[in-house]
């Protein structure tokens, strides 16, 4: 997601950086079809972990997912890269796996236990407000133009209106709780994004990747047995959809997803990547409503389009120079 036209637009699974505005940006059948995958298997994603965590409880199954992606990538890109991450590239990694995978991606699970799949990802688009706020109040932070601040107030408002007040456009609340936990896990995913510029970590940008998961798994893993997920867990309670869930997460979400996020960082626009950060809900919201039952109230509408023309603003908003001493 983004802040401005030279965004750091961080994907959902990874935190890696959009390049700048000068990259290429010819749209190859190959760039478009990647464009497409990114639109549509992200966005998809908040269905399959709607449908993930019916019987599969919220950590272990983000756990699961990230663990798996993490194992099956690392050793492959260790061989194919010759790279040797270090003891701070592993620091790095655990940093960025714990805000951005363990609080980020573990809240949204544990949240749409009772959130519906669309109205999260809304939610989950303010990530690009909260990094515009973060990357300000850090020491030697940019102040926001007057467009991002534009942005924020309106992204917030729309926030406001999409959690409350009950019975507002002729629907109920969202839960408070899974909204409160969606806050925070936007919040740590911004916190991480902007940890991952500047951490150091392996050229690669894939063995990275591959390493954030495995301490993200790993961390989201001992959470949910402290939390006692495993106590009274039976995989053999687990039903079919849960199953096919999590493997589209870890195939679809994790691997082609995510391999076609970091080729069009490489092919394309920095304000062309980051669109995927107000689409993403639109596929959200659309799918849980055809898939999922789930109500598209006038009270989400307007939410959306309010939140998703905050986004709009951040992504396309200059940036201010940094001031010289």
């Not at 106590?231 to 849960?242: D, E, G, I, L, Q």
Request: glycine fraction near 10%; proline fraction near 6%; charged fraction near 10%.
């Amino acid at each position: 997601m983004s802040t401005t036209t030279t965004p750091i637009a961080t994907s959902k699974a990874t935190g890696t950086r959009v390049p700048s505005p000068h990259a290429s940006s010819g749209a190859t059948p190959l760039v478009l079809a990647a464009f497409a995958a990114v639109y549509l298997l992200w966005g998809s994603t908040y269905l399959a972990i709607r449908i993930g965590v019916e019987s599969v409880p919220p950590l272990m199954l983000a756990g699961l997912r990230h663990i798996t992606a993490g194992i099956l990538l690392y050793p492959v890109l260790r061989w194919k890269t010759g790279a040797r991450p270090t003891a701070a590239h592993w620091k790095t990694a655990a940093v960025i796996g714990f805000l951005m995978l363990f609080v980020g991606n573990g809240g949204v699970s544990w949240a749409e236990q009772t959130v519906p799949s669309g109205i999260t990802a809304l939610l989950v688009a303010t990530v690009s407000l909260w990094l515009v706020i973060v990357d300000w109040l850090r020491p030697g932070g940019h102040r926001p133009v007057p467009k991002v601040a534009l942005g924020l107030v309106l992204g917030f408002a729309g926030m406001v209106l999409l959690v409350g007040p009950a019975h507002l456009g002729g629907s109920g609340r969202v839960d408070p709780r899974g909204a409160a936990v969606l806050v925070i896990a936007s919040l740590s995913w911004a916190c991480g994004s902007l940890y991952s510029k500047h951490g150091g970590m392996p050229s690669s940008v894939m063995l990275g990747v591959a390493m954030q998961s495995v301490a993200g798994g790993v961390v989201l893993l001992l959470a949910g047995l402290l939390t006692g997920e495993f106590r009274n867990f039976h995989f053999t309670a687990v039903s079919s959809r849960s199953w096919v869930a999590l493997a589209y997460l870890i195939v679809f979400g994790s691997g082609i997803g995510l391999s076609a996020y970091i080729y069009i960082l490489q092919k394309s626009t920095a304000t062309r990547v980051a669109t995927y950060a107000f689409v993403n809900p639109v596929v959200a919201l659309f799918l849980g409503w055809l898939i999922a039952g789930e109500t598209i109230s006038l009270r989400t509408v307007v939410a959306a389009v309010v939140i998703l023309t905050a986004v709009i603003l951040v992504i396309t908003a200059p940036h201010r120079a940094p001031a010289r001493s």
